[in-house]
């Protein structure tokens, strides 16, 4: 090394010294280690650290200068360099001076000799091309140094234990610690300790059994040395044997640990205690990776502890133990044992079964049972389902982790709460109607609206899953109409929020009959008003006594409940009343009948008992007429009373009963009992202690019987037999031919009530019978579809029509009617075909063999616009040229008038029809430039519809026969019975099917049918364009 005395140098004499001493040329400062081998870096690095050392020297003399003393000097260098010619004995020499330094490093000793002198004979032996030599050399000496240390590691070894991992990792540090000085050599130095240490005798597999024993022990509660064991792993890590010698025996022995703990344990902790034995264990072994553990071993030996303690054993924990969470509420344990299933395959899916049978096997269980089928629990069934309902949604909503979970187990749930409430049938549908009754009659008006609110919404979700919605929709109709009928109903606001409910959940044909209702009673009470109006008026005149006052509900047939006509005696002061609103009614509309039903009348009665004893009471129309009675005499039988109103026994039992035997006891019965007999008899209660004035007289409320629930089923089902067919039809109108059992799937699909496979195969027999639908004679499994005309079901359609009427007016076959193209263009025309065409006072456009039809939004007013105007009429030849080759071509189009109105026109019956006959081409271009009444002749040509002809009911049929797709319903009996009785016992509903799109309606000029489009009977085939 350079020696720095403080005797002082000028810069020409310090350099001189040092080419003296060295020589001429570049020369370095190098300090450089003991153990190093050749390499270009290295010296690189020495001099960088020379030029530090000259930097600090320089520094040096900065300071001096801020001192104020002299910056030269005096620099005293020794060169240790010997030229020696004997290579041999350089060799010798060297590399024993090199030894005695490196023994004395390795056993911890002073080292006599200087780093410079070393450094020096390690560049002379490289300098004589003796590196690789010295080089070996040293990792000789580095291997017969560590193989001193075999015997005692063996000995320890032979006992293992913890005493031995610590010897071996003591002097694993002590060596890398030495070695880590030259990192040429490293690489070499590892190679050797892994050959003569670890992989010496049964060094590496003591070494690993006392790792697995560590953990096991760790594992088994015992306190380990953790920074023991990350530092002897890490060494295996580095010498490349971590994966092959410790991790795969590892991984091996956790799996077997796991398996019998979880084993043992599952059969003997309570689930909530074994969800977190298993977390903890997770745990744990996640922390083990972060102390001691290598990070590569963390997802396999998490895989292996799911599998022995969760996949192994998920099957169990679902069938044993999530029944009791959920019954429990354990809402925090059911979101534990999510998230454990979650991390195996199969999990999620498995909770997910076990949630659904849950439900489903309530069915089973005493509670379930009781909910669903117990008809003593009816009662409260609507409330217990949606209770039900609330807390499965809290698992569902808490629980199951991502949004695209929650759904998966939300339709898991709604799948299994739809079984388990349909298992018994409709009944469920029926109380969840009366529940809705219950809740928005005016008696229940302690609810807010937002509660209220709540309310149906749970309600619509129970009705969501109900199979049976039109049986909902039958109790929910009566109920409906008793509340607006008897003035029941809390809020008319919150009743039309349940009709939006409604109609949003099922479409709004569903509540269409409810929203009719609605509107009659609105209307009603206009009509009400000009009823009273109407009384002022003739009271005014002097034309009417005094009357009572009456209000009247006046209900479209058919939108409401179907009530049984009861013929009862009115009091000559109701019968009054009620010839007068029929007059003032008549007086309003002509050709309407009203049907008096008197089932769900009310009346205010004043009554007198005694002296100082006036009340008001509040009775049904039967209690009205009953009491009525006794201001003719003061005591009647119950005989007399039955001859005299001329009540059912059903209705008169309930009228006497609510009567005489009530809370509040308008009537004395003698003998006092609940019987009704014939020679009972009843007088006024002349000792009526109530003290209210107004008091409400409760009608006995009948239970539903066996034969009204029969009825409604059967009302139902006949409906259901309508859309079973209606559905048929639709599905092999877009098939044409359809396998029997394709056929019932697709039925099973579109069908939105329970219905039977041989309910469904029913009605295709009766399609069938009424030639729908044929078999086909290649396969006698399948369905094909038929549309044909005959001619026969026109007649009946129409109001009283004959075959005249419609079918020889607008089917007549006329095969004569081709138009083609102008003759000089087609030479096979030598001129235009008859072609027929009509015109009415009215101004509406048809002609004798028109097709009544509406034109698309998009093709807008065909009349102002005569390119959309050509453009339908390109369109509909191209089609009508597809189906039928030849057989018809549209010239023209017209529009219907703005005043055209079928009903009123049919039923003053003032059409008469024109024909004008086009001969040439010439005159139909004429007649375009000006459409004028001028063309049309009334000499030859007139004459008047017949009485029964309905051009609506001929529309409906034009669409039937070109096969549309929307339900229309036509009557099976004639006009004439239909006048004499409102509805004839032999009236049948026909389902037929049309369709009536948005647009214009247009009457267009075709000829419908050519002779080839005939089958063998002469039928007309029905087009399907």
Known sequence: MSDVSDEMLSDEDSAEMYQQEFGEGEHEFMFERLIEGPNEEQFAADKERDDALENMVESRAIRQISRGLPTVKKLTIKNFRKKNNDVADLMTTGWLTLEASINAIQTKQHVTTSLEQLYKVVESLCENKMARSTYDKLLENVRKWIRSFREDLSEKSSAGGVEFMKALESLWSDYCQQMASSVDVLESSLVIFREEIVLYGCVLKKLVDGILGCIAGERAGDQVDRSLLRALLRMLRTLDLYKQSFEEEFLANTSVHYTQESMSLVRTL?????????????????????????????????????????????????????????????????????????????????????????????????????????????????????????????????CFGSEEEKMKFAQAEKDAFDYFINTRGNKPAELIAKYMDARLRSANKEASDEQLDQLMNKVITLFRFIQGKDVFEVFYKKDLAKRLLLGRSASVDAEKIMLSKLRQECGAGFTQKLEGMFRDMELSK????????????????????????????????????????????????????????EKFYDSRHTGRKLQWQPRLGQCVLKANFRPGCDKELKVSLFQAIVLLLFNNQPSWTAADIMMATKLEQKEFVRTMVSLSCAKV???VKTPMNKEIKDDDVFTVNNDMKEMRFRIRISEVQMKETEEEYKAVEEEVNQD???????????????????????????????????????????????????????????????????????????????????????????????????????????PQHEALKLSPSSRTDAGVHALRNALICQVPLEYGNLDSTPADKASWLTKWNATIETFAPGAMKVLDLHNVSPGFCVRRHVAYRKYTYRLAVVRDWDLWESLQKKPTTACFSEKDYAWRIPPGFSPEKTSDACELFLGRHVMGSFFKHTAREKRREPNPPSAVRNILLCQLSTGWVLFISLSLFSPAMTDAEGRILRLDP
Not at 770 to 787: F, H, K, S, T
Not at 796 to 823: C, H, K, N, W
């Open 270 to 398: 309570e689930t909530v205690e074994f969800l977190l034995y298993i977390e903890r264990r997770l745990k744990e072994e996640n922390e083990r990776v972060d102390f001691y553990l290598d990070e590569s071993t963390r997802a396999p030996l998490l895989t292996r502890a799911e599998k022995s303690m969760i996949s192994d054993h998920m099957q169990e924990v679902v069938d044993n133990g999530l029944a009791s969470l959920l019954n429990d509420n354990r809402v925090q344990d059911v979101s534990r044992l999510y998230s454990l299933l979650s991390r195996v395959e199969g999990g999620v899916a498995l909770l997910k079964t076990g949630f659904s049978s849950y439900i489903k096997a309530l069915l089973v269980n005493k509670v379930g049972k009781a909910m669903i089928m117990d008809p003593q629990r009816d009662q409260g069934m609507v409330e217990d389902l949606m209770a039900f309902k609330d807390k499965l949604d809290v698992f569902v909503d808490t």
């Open 526 to 581: 206009d009509l009400g008003v000009a009823f009273r109006n109407y009384t002022l008026h003739e009271s005014s005149l002097g034309r009417l006594d005094e009357i009572v006052e009456c209000s009247v509900s006046v209900l479209t047939m058919g939108q409401w409940p179907a009530y049984e006509t009861v013929q009862v005696t009115l009091p000559k002061q109701l019968n009054a009343c009620l010839q007068l609103y």
């Open 665 to 667: 006891r308008v009537l």
């Open 720 to 826: 259901r037999q309508y859309q079973i067919d209606a559905a048929i039809v639709r599905v092999m109108k877009t098939r044409k031919k359809l396998n029997h059992q394709l056929l019932i799937s697709e039925l099973f699909a579109q069908l939105r009530f329970p219905v039977r496979a041989a309910d469904l195969k029913k009605r295709i027999g009766s399609l069938m019978e009424r030639d729908y639908l044929r078999r086909c004679d290649e396969d006698p499994n399948a369905y094909q579809y038929v549309a044909y005309y005959d001619g026969s079901r026109f007649p009946e359609m129409a109001t009283g029509g004959t075959g005249f009427g419609v079918v020889d007016m607008m089917y007549q076959t006329i095969s004569d009617s081709l138009f083609g193209a102008r003759p000089n263009t087609n």
